[in-house]
């Protein structure tokens, strides 16, 4: 259900790379997308968030992609932040991103989740939470969200290296697609 996620996170990519093009019309096209992006993504947000409160929980095998809950806010950050300055709706989005990761986080970590394809869907939210943390970090001068940012990073890192031995043990072990079809 969080995957529902992606096309909005997907449109609201187009201004964060596509800030600097030097077209004259570029500007609007970043702005069509971050607004088609931004609505979608915060249609999605609210669906989802009533769909579990109100309806059977996850299976922990599903869990891990919980963390695609963090993608609208740390991308809708660096899309908006490329559009104009560090203001109270970029602060808003970078604070919602951290709140989100801290909720999140207790529910995704847990030793019941075992391990399978599902937990690569933790490196892309932390990879945008942590580069607009650092973003934010270094527009508002403040050495705590620097750490911040630093501890983000590093989480990211040994997360992906995590998964990426993970994964390798289970494909050469030929296991990984068994653990898919049997959870």
Request: no cysteine.
């Amino acid at each position: 259900m969080p995957p529902l996620l992606i096309p909005g996170v997907a449109t609201l990519d187009i201004p964060v790379t596509g800030s600097t093009m030097p077209f004259g019309w570029a500007h609007e096209v970043n702005l069509f997308a971050f607004a088609t992006g931004a609505v979608m993504a915060l249609v999605l947000v609210v669906l989802i968030f009533q769909r579990l409160r109100h309806f059977e929980t996850l299976p922990p095998a599903s869990r891990p992609v919980l963390m695609v809950l963090i993608a609208p806010f740390g991308v809708g950050f660096l899309a908006y932040t490329n559009l104009g300055a560090i203001d109270m709706l970029a602060s808003v989005l970078i604070y919602f991103g951290w709140f989100l990761l801290l909720v999140l986080t207790p529910v995704v970590f847990r030793l019941e989740n075992s391990f399978g394809v599902a937990w690569w869907a933790i490196s892309f939210p932390l990879a945008a939470l942590s580069i607009a943390s650092f973003r934010y970090a270094e527009a508002t001068g403040g050495p705590i969200l620097m750490a911040l940012a630093g501890l983000l990073f590093l989480l990211l890192a040994v997360s992906i290296a995590i998964l990426f031995v993970r994964t390798l043990h289970f494909v050469l072990n030929g296991s990984l697609w068994r653990l898919e079809t049997s959870g």
